[in-house]
């Protein structure tokens, strides 16, 4: 089965920017995929959607992130990214991605904070 490895989370002050990447041991060429969070007490949840390539690769977003998001893939079909911008500290977070179907098995996930 495909394995996920996200990367790219860190420590970061509010109103700062991050670029997650989740790489992907096989091709997720076909796959609707997206990106999750969980946060500390809480459950994990959508964040950002993007459509397989062959589909236009179309996005969409959870309404806390619209706008500050912005989801993309390559075209080769490994990778899936995600740039944050005007982060806020309830954007605290696991970051994690799998297709939209959570179909794949979860990867350890990457850790953003946004903390003055």
């Known amino acids: 089965q495909v394995q996920l490895v996200e990367s790219g989370g860190g420590l970061v002050q509010p109103g700062g920017s991050l670029r997650l990447a989740c790489t992907a041991s096989?091709?997720?060429?076909?796959?609707?995929m997206a990106w999750y969070r969980q946060a500390p007490g809480k459950q994990r949840e959508l964040v950002a959607t993007?459509?397989?390539?062959?589909?236009?690769?179309?996005?969409g977003y959870e309404a806390a992130v619209k706008g500050r998001f912005t989801i993309s893939r390559d075209n080769v079909g490994r990778e899936v990214y995600l740039a944050m911008n005007s982060l806020k500290p309830e954007d605290t977070a696991v970051y994690y991605c799998?297709?939209?179907?959570?179909?794949?098995?979860w990867g350890q996930g990457t850790q953003v904070t946004v903390s003055s």
């Open positions: 799998n297709t939209i179907a959570e179909a794949l098995r």
């Open positions: 096989g091709s997720i060429f076909n796959f609707h």
């Open positions: 993007i459509t397989s390539v062959g589909s236009g690769a179309n996005a």
